[in-house]
T-cell receptor
């Protein structure tokens, strides 16, 4: 079955370390997105990519980096420059076949930095 | 700027009750999504709507494009329905696409 796979589901890291969250899709979608969720807030856009080898900053990109070397993969690196990295991270892909729209979601990764 | 408002923020119900969660948005959209998030768990996509109504088991989702409003109904609620329900609107212009999320409605169903 096609879908988006995020791994791991839970991740613990020490403060000051970079950490990379994985997002893989086998849907052949061009567009992929990373969102962050904090308690009591809606999910907010970190980065998105419309096509391989290209990506754009979202609303809260500071302290994060991404790459899109393959269509299937859009990893997110939380760098030591991110002041409050503990959060829930969600990956999504959006597809627009013939004027319609479909969005698919990963299960998310809950990152805790200690 | 597209805003997404959900109500109520918190909802407590007794098992068996009929539940309604509302979502309003401010500009035209391409699609609306309802998601479910269990405590400590991941996101599950429940529905995607662009018009009308969809039903899956005890869950029903409706959307009124003219009024920019959607509702998620749960019939015969059960404690296992306890979760955060999130509304997200797909805002797609030109070659770009994005999702704007509501803050979620926390539902607790008591036995």
């Amino acid at each position: 079955d096609g879908g988006i796979t995020q791994s791991p589901k839970y991740l613990f890291r020490k403060e000051g370390q970079n950490v990379t969250l994985s997002c893989e899709q086998n849907l052949n979608h061009d567009a992929m997105y990373w969102y962050r969720q904090d308690p009591g807030q809606g999910l907010r856009l970190i980065y998105y990519s419309q096509i391989v080898n290209d990506f754009q900053k979202g609303d809260i990109a500071e302290g994060y980096s991404v790459s899109r070397e393959k269509k299937e993969s859009f990893p997110l690196t939380v760098t030591s420059a991110q002041k409050n990295p503990t959060a829930f991270y969600l990956c999504a892909s959006i597809y627009r076949p013939g004027g319609g729209t479909e969005a698919f979601f990963g299960q998310g990764t809950r990152l805790t930095v200690v | 700027k597209n805003e997404v408002e959900q109500s109520p923020q918190n909802l407590t119900a007794q098992e068996g009750e009929f539940i309604t969660i509302n979502c309003s948005y401010s500009v035209g959209i391409s699609a609306l999504h309802w998601l479910q998030q269990h405590p400590g768990g991941g996101i599950v996509s429940l529905f995607m709507l662009s018009s009308g109504k969809k039903k899956h088991g005890r869950l029903i989702a409706t959307i009124n494009i003219q009024e920019k409003h959607s509702s998620l109904h749960i019939t015969a609620s059960h404690p296992r329905d306890s979760a955060v329900y999130i509304c997200a609107v797909g805002f797609y212009g030109g070659s770009q696409g994005n999702l704007i999320f509501g803050k979620g409605t926390k539902l607790s169903v008591k036995p």
